[in-house]
T-cell receptor, first 115, second 111 residues
Framework: AQSVTQLDSQVPVFEEAPVELRCNYS??????LFWYVQYPNQGLQLLLK??????LVKSINGFEAEFNKSQTSFHLRKPSVHISDTAEYFC?????????????FGRGTSLIVHP | ETGVTQSPTHLIKTRGQQVTLRCSSQ?????VSWYQQALGQGPQFIFQ???????GRGNFPPRFSGLQFPNYSSELNVNALELDDSALYLC??????????FGPGTRLTVL
């Protein structure tokens, strides 16, 4: 079985400051990793994903995440946040092969950007 | 190309009633999954359908059931509603295992 741990339930940060949202996973097989964002009263939007290849993946709005197999982590970072980044962020894992392709989600991290 | 749509957006029911939630998959997507997201929690997998057959189920009782239709739209049915069923219900569709597209959700309140 696979699982995801998001260590921080809430991360407050000031505008233009850097931020890191932590995600650790457990799985006995190779994985796909995802970060989704959820704005208030909306569904989930895919922010970025790691499937294979380069361990550093980037989104179009400045977020990036690095797959670290030895530490079983996929932390999300942004060098300078905006007020509009305030949202709930979910890390998810699925099996790349030999198991379930159905994503398992963490409990989420609420990013709160203060002016 | 339209995205994943869900209806209704909000719903209020009382304990013991039955509810049907609907999802229209993204065009061409043959796989649909349903998730329950309780307040302050991450989405929990309910079940998945692939070409009209259920091919995966999470830890939910049999009163949660579903259907997928030939046009790949789907339904989630919940019988004998309980207060704890109050949640946001999300539908996601996929054509490939690495890409899931979520709908906006249906907010169900059970009184």
């Amino acid at each position: 079985a696979q699982s995801v741990t998001q260590l921080d339930s809430q991360v407050p940060v000031f505008e233009e400051a850097p931020v890191e949202l932590r995600c650790n996973y457990s799985s006995s097989v190779s994985v796909y990793l995802f970060w989704y964002v959820q704005y208030p009263n909306q569904g989930l939007q895919l922010l970025l994903k790691y499937l294979s290849g380069s361990t550093l993946v980037k989104s179009i709005n400045g977020f990036e995440a690095e797959f670290n197999k030895s530490q079983t982590s996929f932390h999300l970072r942004k060098p300078s946040v905006h007020i509009s980044d305030t949202a709930e962020y979910f890390c998810a894992v699925s099996h790349a092969s030999g198991g379930s392709y159905i994503p398992t989600f963490g409990r989420g991290t609420s990013l709160i950007v203060h002016p | 190309e339209t995205g994943v749509t869900q209806s209704p957006t909000h719903l209020i029911k009382t304990r013991g009633q039955q509810v049907t939630l609907r999802c229209s998959s993204q065009s061409g997507h043959n796989t649909v999954s349903w998730y329950q997201q309780a307040l302050g929690q991450g989405p929990q997998f309910i079940f998945q359908y692939y070409r009209e057959e259920e091919n995966g189920r999470g830890n939910f009782p049999p009163r949660f059931s579903g259907l997928q239709f030939p046009n790949y739209s789907s339904e989630l049915n919940v019988n004998a509603l309980e207060l704890d069923d109050s949640a946001l219900y999300l539908c996601a569709s996929s054509l490939a295992a690495s890409s899931w597209f979520f709908g906006p959700g249906t907010r169900l309140t059970v009184l």
